[in-house]
């Protein structure tokens, strides 16, 4: 009886691998194929678990060679019209400025535009009151002469009076490509030497890597020597002199190395 239970559960066994499909792993184990595509491990190593697993970081410090400038203007009135005849009138000036400045046309860009409603609320009467309106208009500034950026400011100042918005200062690197490309050799580096190190205080021979992912490099604000300030200028102490230093910026990046053991 008992062999009879057994000859069957083989049989059921084999068909179940016939019609599911079955492969071999390098391991030695072997694997079967769900008609969905899934792939179940019935023994043997995973040879993707194995070995020495690192993740090696690189830094590279770079100065900024470009500036991005959020700038614009905010005009309220009573009207629409009248907000907006200001607003135009005020953004008209700041692009004078800036390209008597020496900013390209195709460096300044309009981010944002909105003509929205102040209100107030009449608590007696449980409702809001339009009191006026306000129009909004913004452009991003690219400034590759970054000594330069503290006089446009004061600059754009003077053009617009009280209607200027200065929203963001932000440094950045017109062509990163060749710092990414040191940061991850600085990263594949260092992760060879904690596998190399690990190794040798596990008494063990280290192999070719098995598997390698490289992480996102990424460029953040800068780190430090970032201000904004105002200064009196000599000969003109009613008007103030914006100064900004925009320091250096962190490029990082982070490989993940897997090593095999010899």
Request: glycine share 6%.
């Given at each position: 009886?008992?062999?009879k239970i057994?000859l069957?559960?083989?049989v059921?066994?084999?068909?179940l691998?016939?019609?599911?499909g079955c492969?071999?792993?390098a391991?030695?184990g072997?694997?079967?194929?769900l008609?969905s595509?899934?792939?179940?491990?019935?023994s043997?190593?995973n040879?993707?678990?194995s070995?020495?697993?690192v993740?090696?970081?690189?830094k590279v410090?770079?100065a900024?060679d470009?500036?991005l400038?959020?700038?614009?203007?905010?005009a309220?009135?009573?009207?629409?019209?009248i907000?907006?005849?200001?607003?135009?009138?005020?953004m008209?000036?700041i692009r004078?400025?800036?390209?008597?400045?020496?900013?390209?046309?195709k460096?300044?860009?309009?981010?944002y535009y909105?003509i929205?409603?102040?209100t107030r609320?009449?608590p007696e009467e449980?409702r809001?009151e339009?009191?006026k309106?306000?129009?909004t208009n913004t452009?991003v500034?690219?400034i590759?002469?970054?000594?330069k950026a503290?006089?446009?400011?004061?600059?754009?100042?003077?053009a617009s009076g009280d209607?200027?918005?200065?929203?963001?200062i932000?440094f950045?690197i017109?062509d990163?490509?060749?710092?990414?490309?040191?940061a991850?050799?600085?990263a594949?580096?260092?992760?060879?030497n904690k596998?190399t190190?690990?190794?040798?205080?596990a008494?063990i021979?280290?192999d070719?890597p098995?598997?390698?992912?490289v992480?996102?490099?990424?460029?953040p604000?800068?780190?430090?020597?970032?201000?904004v300030?105002y200064?009196k200028?000599e000969?003109?102490a009613?008007?103030?002199?914006?100064?900004?230093s925009?320091g250096e910026l962190e490029?990082e990046t982070?490989?993940?190395v897997t090593f095999?053991?010899?």
């Amino acid at each position: 009886m008992k062999k009879k239970i057994l000859l069957v559960a083989v049989v059921l066994v084999l068909s179940l691998v016939t019609v599911l499909g079955c492969t071999s792993q390098a391991g030695g184990g072997t694997s079967v194929t769900l008609p969905s595509g899934s792939v179940i491990s019935l023994s043997g190593d995973n040879n993707a678990q194995s070995g020495i697993w690192v993740t090696g970081e690189g830094k590279v410090m770079a100065a900024p060679d470009l500036i991005l400038l959020t700038l614009g203007v905010e005009a309220e009135e009573l009207t629409v019209a009248i907000a907006q005849e200001k607003a135009v009138a005020a953004m008209d000036e700041i692009r004078k400025i800036l390209l008597e400045q020496g900013i390209a046309e195709k460096d300044i860009q309009t981010s944002y535009y909105n003509i929205s409603r102040v209100t107030r609320w009449i608590p007696e009467e449980y409702r809001e009151e339009i009191i006026k309106y306000r129009v909004t208009n913004t452009v991003v500034v690219k400034i590759r002469q970054l000594d330069k950026a503290g006089s446009i400011i004061d600059a754009v100042a003077l053009a617009s009076g009280d209607l200027t918005r200065i929203d963001n200062i932000s440094f950045t690197i017109e062509d990163p490509t060749s710092y990414y490309n040191e940061a991850r050799e600085k990263a594949m580096q260092d992760a060879i030497n904690k596998a190399t190190q690990v190794a040798k205080l596990a008494g063990i021979a280290l192999d070719k890597p098995t598997y390698i992912a490289v992480g996102s490099s990424y460029l953040p604000s800068p780190l430090r020597n970032y201000d904004v300030g105002y200064a009196k200028a000599e000969g003109a102490a009613s008007v103030p002199t914006t100064y900004i230093s925009s320091g250096e910026l962190e490029i990082e990046t982070t490989v993940s190395v897997t090593f095999a053991i010899k």
